[in-house]
């Protein structure tokens, strides 16, 4: 089988369960729901589900306890978008190829459903304790609240609006990188990988990785939003220049930055060869890594 096909059976296993999460769209909070479904449904790569599932089977995990983790990433990951295409913020009117959460249902809706989804996540991701309370289960909970919020995700997503249109150092821009895009990544992989039982060691390594990936997957955004195809992409190109935000490639140029993605690829790649005892999903780990980095949309 080769790469495209497996991506696509991950994919397709990780969409089937989040949805197995999703609200039910009735009572009182029906369109309050149908507005959280609809932006999870919208598409994407389920990248986080993704990198969890295969994390925890690379180190010998093999039961369902991580279903509701992968959800929750997901929802996590779908709110943060649905707040960031607000007016206040990005003011976005398509992603996917659709139109935004608040281009569809009205921004206190939109405003709602990111905090809906935001709830849903962490309730999702508690369910896991309905199959086990242990140290692994508690720890996995503990790095999702970690990498979610204002030390994580939030934090980042925080320092990139109020920094919009500084010019800004490189460190704050790594801060920004790190923290908006690549705490969630790398939360999924530590995820799956703790509730494998994987040792502290390794869980070091991982968390390099997940850095490095993570950076690599942004600055790779950012070229893509000046030279990709916006047909493919699903929403207009030069968003970072409308909202006048620096990035790596205006700090940096195009040549070094495309040349830093490589870099950090490889060094990501390394790591991951070295890790865990099942050959199959470490390689596919790596060849998920060189798709990511040397992606069109």
Known sequence: MNFKE???????YADNVVKE???KEEGFNKELCEAMNYSVNAGGKRLRPILLHTFY???????????????????????SLVHDDLPAIDNDNYRRGMPTTH???????????GDGLL???????IKI????????????????????????MLGGQSADVLHTGEV????????????????LIEGAMLTG?????????????????????GLAFQIKDDILDIYGNEKKLGKPLHSDEKNNKKTYITINGIEKSEHDIVVMSEEACDIVSSLGNDVEERDFIIKLIKYLTDRTY
């Open 6 to 12: 497996e991506l696509r059976i991950r994919t397709d």
């Open 21 to 23: 999460f999703l609200p």
């Open 57 to 79: 089977k690379l180190f010998g995990g093999d039961s369902d306890i991580v279903k509701p983790c992968m959800a929750a990433y997901e929802m996590l990951h779908t709110y």
């Open 103 to 113: 281009a569809r249902f009205g921004e206190a809706t939109a405003i709602l459903a």
């Open 119 to 125: 709830h849903q996540a962490y309730e999702t991701f």
């Open 129 to 152: 304790f309905d199959t086990e309370i242990s140290t692994r289960t508690v720890k996995a909970l503990k790095i999702f609240g970690d990498k979610t919020g204002i030390n994580g």
């Open 168 to 183: 800004i150092s490189d460190e704050l821009l790594y801060y920004i990188y790190e923290k908006k895009t690549g705490a």
């Open 193 to 213: 990988s703790v509730l494998a039982g994987c040792n502290d060691e390794d869980l070091a390594k991982i968390k390099r990785v997940g850095e490095l990936v």
